[in-house]
């Protein structure tokens, strides 16, 4: 029997229009798509996402492991490429639904290595996404970066990063999952001249919070989907 396909679907920031039409049109044809909830969760984000298009296949939803131990991670990991590899020797044609883009800090990655080396003959199809960082550039109506500035993405800051963390001239810094952390980087921040600031949080959903006020930042609640945009002229 011939495998199914495999799809890593890029959704983006979880608002469902930021959805590519060739996103949208795998979405609505798979056998089996797969969404990813947090051990903690009470709902999935990736789920809504992939409901609003109507699927006429299973949604099938994957908790992945955020403990520090490695081993305990691994063990996860492989048993959630494992039940998607059954589903495509069965030759059904399954997609990996990710917030975001589907190749930038994505679960999705570690699994697409698992799946290629013990499935090479899988048909492989990539749809990008939009990143957090590029919609809180947007809805801020904030240039990212232009001419010839430097971006920079930071993919998870802590706290005992602050006195080493640098941001050059003419550069972009953008800082993910810093909600346990943004106390220390605020104060690193004040040390900085000729800097702008962009925080968000919850972005394209309901709750959205987006400020430049240092003060009106460091006021908010511990947030997993947020980002801090630090621009330096």
Partial sequence: M?????YGIGIGPGDPRYLTLRAAEILRAADVIFTVISRNASSSISR???ESQNPRGEIRQLTFSMSRNPEERTNQLRTNAETIMVELRQGRDCVFATLGDTMTYSTFGYVLEIIRTEMPQVPIEIVPGVTSFATLAAKAQCVLVEN???????PSF??????KL???????????KTYRSRKALLERLKKEENISILYGEQLSMDGEFISNDPGAIACRPEEYLSLIMVRKT
Avoid: Y
Avoid at 158 to 163: I, L, N, V, Y
């Fill in 158 to 163: 802590r706290s005992e990063m602050a006195e």
């Fill in 148 to 154: 010839d500035e430097e971006l920079r993405v930071i």
């Fill in 48 to 50: 809504s996402v992939v």
């Fill in 2 to 6: 011939q495998p199914g396909k495999l």
């Fill in 166 to 176: 640098t941001f050059p001239p003419k550069s972009t810094t953008v800082l993910l």
